[in-house]
């Protein structure tokens, strides 16, 4: 008996937003944003970490101006902040989303 659990994520070039685990502790994102492509502007349900695998980030957060971030950033989000995320740059963004504690209902 293992007591380990493997979870997968895909490669992709293009638009990609998957879901790849939600329990009671925490709900992880894998995201690609090609360029031009963003989120939906939203409110942040959870507290939230971006780790960002490659490309840039950029961010807008409540009342803020828009931030870029870099692949190898972590960059920590409160629990409801009004959120905006777009690739305004060449190279495909890729990251993750880490929410915790899980949003999960």
Do not use: C, W
Request: hydrophobic content about 35%.
């Amino acid at each position: 008996m293992m007591l380990e659990e493997q979870y997968a994520f895909s490669k992709s070039t293009q638009k990609l937003i998957e879901k790849i685990l939600e329990d009671d502790h925490a709900g992880i994102n894998h995201i690609i944003l090609p360029k031009g492509d963003a989120l939906p502007e939203h409110y942040t349900n959870s507290n939230v970490y971006m780790i960002i695998i490659s490309g840039t980030m950029t961010l807008r957060l409540t009342g803020q101006e828009e931030h870029n971030y870099p692949g190898g950033s972590i960059i920590t989000i409160p629990f409801h902040s009004k959120m905006n995320v777009a690739n305004r740059h060449d190279e495909l963004l890729e990251f993750f989303v880490v929410k915790a504690p899980s949003p999960k209902q």
